[in-house]
């Protein structure tokens, strides 16, 4: 009989993608990231793959969202150490180094175009045809999250 999955943890939002919708952000389980929605059904989660959580940073460095909940409104601090745990686990040392340049910006308070140019830098190529938030809305309507 398998257990209950471990609790989501540090549960910190970006903001609403639609001036009526949900609202979406970024937690923790297991030491792992989620990409996190919050709707009227509640608060739900995913698996954050590099490409979500380098579009979550962009979203929030150049303000692409609105209506963040206060109580849960991602900070620069929160974002740097969600991007230096991507590069934690990064084996290609160009693309180590690019997020660590993108660190970097976050933590010297860099203007949010300017990080978000060092993040979009840092995005597989894959990831790079398609606009941050418009990945984000896709991956909330995948498995019903939006």
């Known amino acids: 009989m398998e257990g209950a999955p471990a609790p989501l943890e540090a549960v910190r939002a970006i903001g609403r993608l639609a001036a009526d919708g949900p609202w979406i952000g970024f937690g923790h389980r297991a030491g792992a990231a989620r990409f996190v929605v919050q709707d009227g059904a509640g608060l739900r989660d995913q698996p954050a793959d590099q490409d979500v959580v380098l579009a979550l940073a962009i979203a929030y460095f150049t303000e692409a969202c609105d209506g963040a909940p206060p109580d849960l409104e991602a900070t620069q601090s929160d974002l740097s150490a969600l991007v230096r745990q991507l590069m934690t686990g990064e084996t290609d040392p160009?693309?180590?180094?690019?997020?660590?340049?993108?660190?970097?910006?976050?933590?010297?308070?860099?203007?949010?175009?300017?990080?978000?140019?060092?993040?979009?830098?840092?995005?597989?190529?894959?990831a790079e045809v398609i606009d941050p938030v418009e990945l984000l809305s896709r991956r909330a309507r995948e498995r019903g999250l939006g």
Do not use: C, M, Q, Y
């Open 94 to 126: 160009e693309r180590r180094a690019l997020l660590g340049e993108a660190i970097d910006a976050i933590d010297d308070g860099l203007a949010g175009d300017a990080v978000a140019e060092k993040l979009e830098a840092a995005r597989s190529s894959r």
